[in-house]
């Protein structure tokens, strides 16, 4: 028994490094994502969601939050590159998950889903503060909206809300237009203003406000119009991408089949946009988009074609570097006319934009400053939705040699000339004063 | 929903099977090719002497839908094989696919029975545990509800098999377990009930939905062979019933075939047959006199028996007032299978009530077989248009209260008010709201929200005493309330409720504030979110600025003065031809001629050495040469000098 324990372990400890590669920064998508639900029903009723997920590739793995063997990480390696949490009224979870935990998770750079629903657990509530949003704390309220809810034979509350203030990213939702407004029902979010990093997708409409539908509102509700979130994603500095909603039911079968009619228009939709709205997301999350990297920086002289270690003051240099943009099982040319380079030392001293070949070179030139120091080629892209680039090279620069300044200035001429007509002079003197007679 | 077999691989005979028996329970017509496919896969199976047990069961399921022809020769087979599977069975898995191979044989074929089904029951019956729940195998420890249906079913299909008939006493001690069975059921919050295995160690575990399935078939199954009724109270079969029905459409196929298999057991059971009470629009429009429909069937529609539906009473939500009405019977219309409310009654107003009704059947016998739930209580939202009067705004003076300003507002048009006023003075908002009847209409949402030109909010909620709606802000309590931010605020009235059909949102215009300036400890505004387009985005670009080159004069300038350089020159040599010099004293003996041409072509290489300097030559270069030149003219001046020296003494003293 022993020997086998023995080499049990060893083969495991061979092949762990094999199994846990699948996260990489040379193929950025998620493959194996651990799913944790409240209920188990949630896998059948929320499966078109789950089963676009498969489609694509990715190997769920579905555990109960009570299930006492569910861990995220085991010798110090993570069993998953992505976690979902369709477990709002989680209390603890099982195993060795707890907030820190799953914040270690997505600080190492892992994707994470959130979806709670009205009555979310402390500890869902508190994930989510810790990702920058802040659900309402009154724990029944729920989003309500008397001018922008979904027409519905039987849901007469308006807390079945249909939504379509998406945000304007095509690279988050999606090049192709979400018509069909989105369903939710549940509770709503506001994001801290001085958080930079977490973005609302779906945003409510400036009538609804966040209250308990059943009780009278004496207090001016707490969140109000388009200030509540309904989605919300964060990128984090390392990538890591988080989805926050307040509604799991948005993710079910339901809401992904069932036809949308906003309150006073006239235009009913065969299906909502949840569908797509949260599949087009999911790609997103899962980085099957927006996902770039930037490879072969160089740099050298206009003229010549190997690198400089230094560059004198004055030089005409050539700055160049590779953008790619993953695209779930490639990498692709990344196209725009927004990369821009620095040259930086303390203070931009330059700052150009790149121009590219439509291949994914991105290049420019300019003159080095006539101020020497240790310089920075700085690449900092930052584009709503995309990972953000930050690419840094020191280079120094010289000034003159004291040879390399100009040797016959015409303004000194007269100089020279008077003192070669000086000599001139001497020469001639010299035998004037010595031979004449 | 069909889209969920597409993707069946019709190879297994268990998928093919459920995807054939839900198409069928549904009433869909099957496609011919998957007939085709399913029968030729069930020849195969049933033809082979090697298919495995479980295969040769599903096949014989599947068959019994899709209805192949079978050759009396290979049910012969069949039938050899399934009582000898019958004899050999250990775990009750085998006794399950074999008897109910058996009992699919003896639909088809009518002549097949159990010789010794006594034993069978026995041996079937001791894998029960005291709790109502059964194992697989004699030997695994783990007992289950899914065991327990599937138990049922086999047992059921032994009783039905058996040929001198079984000792009622026999079947009648299983009525208990079915009873202990049913105490471990479990409830959702809404009053459905299902069974769930409490999971082990993870293996095999079959969800709520597949164990709950799982015990109503093997429950209907047994119900439908037992003569005497089972003692399972009929609430329970109603919250089952709402359990498959109230999980929706599953996404998987199996659950899917799971939901709709047990759905249809429920259907036609002996047990107790569910009628569900259902309405097809729980929110009525008082103002167009929508009239309240109601629905009753069984759970997979087919219609109920003869019975009246009554409205029992109508309370208003969330209070424990009696009901509003009178018990009053729903009229039956024939054309719709609906029964109808056709006026609302007229004491019935905007709002949100619970509706009771109740299914009073026709025949008492009929209370036997079918089961109600009793009253049941359903959410109506009687929604209408309210009036909106009297809408005014005004700014007042503090002291006297007296109007300075006073604008009358249209609440379904646009509005553009335009006021202003400083921290003295109030401001009113009012309006009256009426429902359709012309009572008091109180709103969930009556906001009035202020925001500043930097986007600052301030929220109201506007307070009512009876149908009069008004808020006044008094502004000097409010400046610490408002950061002493003055400017422009925008003015937005919202009035909204689940049942009013009007709810609004309007800018009603704006109002300039003239506020303090704020003392130095003042709170400041909070910080506002930024906006996520302008975050991002290209940067101006920079460009160095070069140091501009020093100013020189112009070339021709440089060169003009290089001119005037020479002139002294040219003037020295001029001056030296006036006074007519002459080189008369230059040696003419051949050594110190000599010496004087070395001397002077000495001087001129130095010379020259000076201008090499300032054409190429650095410092060092020129030094090196200077100091080999240098001594060379030293030596020859020397010469030079002395001998001239000597020959201008000699003059001297001639």
């Known amino acids: 028994m022993g020997k086998f324990w023995v080499i049990f372990v060893a083969s495991i400890s061979i092949l762990l490094p094999f199994l846990c590669n699948s996260f990489s920064p040379e193929t950025p998508t998620d493959r194996r994502v651990l799913v944790l639900l409240d209920d188990l029903a949630v896998k059948s009723s929320h499966s078109s969601y789950f089963n676009s997920l498969k489609l694509r590739g990715f190997d769920l793995d579905f555990k109960l939050t009570d299930d006492p063997k569910i861990a995220l990480q085991r010798y110090g390696q993570y069993l998953y590159d992505a976690l979902i949490l369709f477990c709002p009224s989680v209390e603890r979870f099982g195993g060795s998950v707890d907030v820190a935990a799953i914040i270690n998770f997505v600080d190492s750079g892992h994707d994470l889903i959130i979806a709670a629903d009205v009555n979310a657990s402390d500890l869902i509530r508190e994930i989510a503060t810790e990702c920058g949003v802040d659900f309402d704390e009154d724990p029944s309220a729920m989003v309500i909206d008397h001018t922008g809810y979904a027409v519905s034979e039987t849901e007469g509350d308006h807390t079945l809300i249909a939504s379509d203030d998406f945000i304007k990213s095509d690279v988050i939702i999606g090049s192709k237009k979400i018509e069909a407004?989105?369903?939710?029902?549940?509770?709503?979010?506001?994001?801290?203003?001085?958080?930079?990093?977490?973005?609302?997708?779906?945003?409510?409409?400036?009538?609804?406000?966040?209250?308990?539908?059943?009780?009278?509102?004496?207090?001016?509700?707490?969140?109000?119009?388009?200030?509540?979130?309904?989605?919300?994603?964060?990128?984090?500095?390392?990538?890591?991408?988080?989805?926050?909603?307040?509604?799991?039911?948005?993710?079910?079968?339901?809401?992904?089949?069932?036809?949308?009619?906003?309150?006073?228009?006239?235009?009913?939709?065969?299906?909502?946009?949840?569908?797509?709205?949260?599949?087009?997301?999911?790609?997103?999350?899962?980085?099957?988009?927006?996902?770039?990297?930037?490879?072969?920086?160089?740099?050298?002289?206009?003229?010549?074609?190997?690198?400089?270690?230094?560059?004198?003051?004055?030089?005409?240099?050539?700055?160049?570097?590779?953008?790619?943009?993953?695209?779930?099982?490639?990498?692709?040319?990344?196209?725009?006319?927004?990369?821009?380079?620095?040259?930086?030392?303390?203070?931009?001293?330059?700052?150009?934009?790149?121009?590219?070949?439509?291949?994914?070179?991105?290049?420019?030139?300019?003159k080095v400053p006539d101020v020497y120091g240790v310089f920075q080629f700085k690449v900092e892209y930052q584009k709503l939705g995309y990972t953000s680039l930050s690419l840094s090279k020191q280079i120094p620069v010289r000034p003159y040699r004291h040879n390399e300044y100009e040797r016959f200035i015409p303004t000194a001429y007269p100089y020279y000339g008077a003192a070669f007509s000086t000599m001139a002079g001497f020469f001639i003197f010299s035998f004037v004063h010595l031979y004449n007679k | 929903m069909l889209i969920l077999f597409d993707v069946i691989d019709l190879t297994s005979l268990e998928e093919t099977y459920e995807a054939l028996r839900t198409f069928d329970v549904l009433g869909i017509e099957k496609k011919p090719d998957v007939t085709a496919t399913a029968c030729r896969l069930v020849s195969e199976t049933v033809g082979s002497s090697s298919s495995t047990l479980k295969d040769l069961f599903y096949a014989l399921k599947a068959n019994s839908i899709v209805k192949c022809k079978i050759n009396d020769k290979a049910y012969q087979g069949i039938i050899t094989r399934l009582n000898a599977a019958v004899d050999g069975a250990s775990s009750l898995p085998d006794f399950y696919y074999s008897v109910g191979g058996l009992l699919l044989v003896k639909g088809s074929k009518g002549d097949v029975h159990l010789a010794d089904a006594d034993g069978i029951f026995r041996s079937v019956k001791a894998f029960r545990q005291s709790d109502g729940r059964w194992r697989f195998s004699s030997n695994s420890p783990e007992s289950s509800a899914f065991a327990a249906g599937i138990a049922l079913e086999t047992l059921a299909g032994v009783v039905s098999l058996a040929s001198p008939e079984l000792d009622q006493s026999l079947i009648s001690t299983l009525n208990s377990d079915i009873s202990k069975l049913f105490d471990s059921i479990e409830k959702y919050d809404d009053g459905a009930l299902y069974f769930d295995d409490k999971l082990v160690d993870g293996h095999d575990h079959?969800?709520?939905?597949?164990?709950?399935?799982?015990?109503?078939?093997?429950?209907?199954?047994?119900?439908?062979?037992?003569?005497?009724?089972?003692?399972?109270?009929?609430?329970?079969?109603?919250?089952?019933?709402?359990?498959?029905?109230?999980?929706?459409?599953?996404?998987?196929?199996?659950?899917?075939?799971?939901?709709?298999?047990?759905?249809?057991?429920?259907?036609?059971?002996?047990?107790?047959?569910?009628?569900?009470?259902?309405?097809?629009?729980?929110?009525?429009?008082?103002?167009?006199?929508?009239?309240?429909?109601?629905?009753?069937?069984?759970?997979?529609?087919?219609?109920?028996?003869?019975?009246?539906?009554?409205?029992?009473?109508?309370?208003?939500?969330?209070?424990?007032?009696?009901?509003?009405?009178?018990?009053?019977?729903?009229?039956?219309?024939?054309?719709?299978?609906?029964?109808?409310?056709?006026?609302?009654?007229?004491?019935?107003?905007?709002?949100?009530?619970?509706?009771?009704?109740?299914?009073?059947?026709?025949?008492?016998?009929?209370?036997?077989?079918?089961?109600?739930?009793?009253?049941?209580?359903?959410?109506?939202?009687?929604?209408?248009?309210?009036?909106?009067?009297?809408?005014?705004?005004?700014?007042?003076?503090?002291?006297?209260?007296?109007?300075?300003?006073?604008?009358?507002?249209?609440?379904?048009?646009?509005?553009?008010?335009?006021?202003?006023?400083?921290?003295?003075?109030?401001?009113?908002?009012?309006?009256?709201?009426?429902?359709?009847?012309?009572?008091?209409?109180?709103?969930?949402?009556?906001?009035?929200?202020?925001?500043?030109?930097?986007?600052?909010?301030?929220?109201?909620?506007?307070?009512?005493?009876?149908?009069?709606?008004?808020?006044?802000?008094?502004?000097?309590?409010?400046?610490?309330?408002?950061?002493?931010?003055?400017?422009?605020?925008?003015?937005?009235?919202?009035?909204?409720?689940?049942?009013?059909?009007?709810?609004?949102?309007?800018?009603?215009?704006?109002?300039?504030?003239?506020?303090?300036?704020?003392?130095?400890?003042?709170?400041?505004?909070?910080?506002?979110?930024?906006?996520?387009?302008?975050?991002?985005?290209?940067?101006?670009?920079?460009?160095?600025?070069?140091?501009?080159?020093?100013?020189?004069?112009?070339?021709?300038?440089?060169?003009?003065?290089?001119?005037?350089?020479?002139?002294?020159?040219?003037?020295?040599?001029?001056?030296?031809?006036?006074?007519?010099?002459?080189?008369?004293?230059?040696?003419?003996?051949?050594?110190?001629?000599?010496?004087?041409?070395?001397?002077?072509?000495?001087?001129?290489?130095?010379?020259?050495?000076?201008?090499?300097?300032?054409?190429?030559?650095?410092?060092?270069?020129?030094?090196?040469?200077?100091?080999?030149?240098?001594?060379?003219?030293?030596?020859?001046?020397?010469?030079?000098?002395?001998?001239?020296?000597?020959?201008?003494?000699?003059?001297?003293?001639?």
Not at chain 1, 192 to 220: E, G, R
Not at chain 2, 438 to 466: C, D, T, W, Y
Not at chain 2, 518 to 540: C, F, L, N, W
Request: aromatic letters at 8%; hydrophobic letters at 40%.
């Open chain 2, 206 to 654: 079959q969800g709520p939905l597949a164990t709950t399935s799982s015990v109503v078939r093997g429950l209907t199954a047994f119900a439908a062979v037992t003569d005497e009724r089972l003692n399972i109270p009929s609430n329970k079969i109603f919250g089952l019933a709402n359990f498959f029905l109230g999980i929706g459409v599953p996404g998987d196929a199996k659950d899917l075939f799971n939901q709709i298999d047990s759905l249809a057991c429920l259907e036609s059971n002996r047990v107790s047959i569910p009628l569900i009470l259902s309405l097809p629009s729980t929110v009525l429009s008082v103002t167009k006199e929508d009239s309240l429909q109601v629905n009753v069937n069984t759970v997979l529609g087919s219609n109920a028996p003869p019975l009246t539906v009554k409205l029992v009473g109508v309370f208003t939500s969330g209070s424990k007032a009696a009901s509003l009405v009178e018990s009053q019977e729903l009229v039956f219309d024939d054309g719709t299978g609906m029964y109808n409310l056709n006026n609302l009654p007229k004491s019935i107003d905007v709002g949100s009530y619970t509706f009771v009704f109740e299914i009073v059947l026709h025949e008492p016998e009929h209370e036997k077989i079918y089961v109600t739930g009793g009253q049941k209580k359903v959410p109506i939202f009687a929604s209408g248009l309210i009036k909106i009067e009297n809408a005014e705004i005004a700014v007042l003076d503090s002291d006297l209260g007296s109007i300075e300003t006073q604008k009358k507002l249209d609440l379904a048009g646009q509005n553009a008010v335009s006021l202003s006023a400083n921290h003295l003075q109030k401001l009113r908002v009012s309006f009256k709201l009426t429902t359709p009847h012309g009572l008091a209409f109180k709103p969930h949402q009556a906001l009035l929200k202020l925001r500043h030109e930097s986007k600052v909010e301030h929220i109201f909620v506007v307070g009512n005493s009876g149908k009069q709606f008004e808020i006044v802000l008094n502004f000097l309590g409010l400046v610490e309330k408002f950061f002493y931010l003055s400017g422009r605020y925008d003015i937005e009235l919202a009035v909204g409720d689940a049942v009013m059909e009007n709810s609004l949102l309007r800018a009603i215009g704006h109002i300039e504030l003239d506020l303090p300036e704020p003392p130095e400890k003042a709170t400041r505004p909070p910080p506002q979110p930024v906006d996520p387009y302008s975050r991002y985005g290209p940067k101006a670009e920079i460009t160095h600025i070069f140091r501009a080159p020093e100013k020189r004069p112009p070339k021709e300038l440089s060169l003009a003065f290089l001119g005037l350089t020479f002139l002294p020159l040219l003037g020295f040599l001029i001056g030296l031809l006036r006074l007519g010099v002459n080189l008369k004293n230059f040696p003419s003996n051949t050594v110190p001629a000599t010496f004087a041409t070395l001397f002077h072509v000495s001087i001129g290489a130095v010379l020259s050495l000076y201008v090499l300097f300032w054409l190429k030559l650095d410092i060092f270069q020129t030094l090196k040469l200077l100091g080999f030149l240098g001594v060379i003219l030293v030596l020859v001046g020397h010469r030079v000098l002395s001998y001239l020296a000597a020959t201008s003494a000699k003059l001297k003293s001639a």
């Open chain 1, 181 to 366: 407004p989105v369903l939710f029902q549940g509770i709503g979010h506001s994001l801290n203003p001085v958080n930079s990093l977490v973005l609302k997708v779906l945003s409510a409409s400036p009538s609804a406000y966040s209250a308990n539908p059943l009780s009278k509102l004496s207090t001016p509700p707490s969140l109000t119009g388009s200030a509540i979130s309904l989605v919300s994603v964060v990128q984090a500095r390392n990538n890591a991408r988080i989805l926050i909603t307040g509604s799991l039911s948005m993710f079910s079968n339901r809401f992904f089949r069932s036809g949308v009619q906003k309150s006073g228009s006239s235009t009913k939709y065969e299906k909502s946009g949840n569908e797509q709205f949260l599949t087009e997301l999911s790609k997103w999350i899962f980085h099957e988009r927006g996902h770039l990297k930037a490879v072969n920086v160089k740099h050298h002289k206009v003229g010549e074609t190997d690198e400089s270690a230094l560059y004198r003051i004055n030089d005409e240099l050539e700055y160049s570097v590779e953008i790619y943009e993953w695209s779930g099982t490639s990498w692709e040319p990344y196209v725009t006319d927004d990369v821009q380079v620095q040259f930086y030392m303390m203070s931009p001293y330059v700052l150009k934009t790149l121009s590219n070949d439509k291949k994914g070179l991105y290049s420019a030139s300019f």
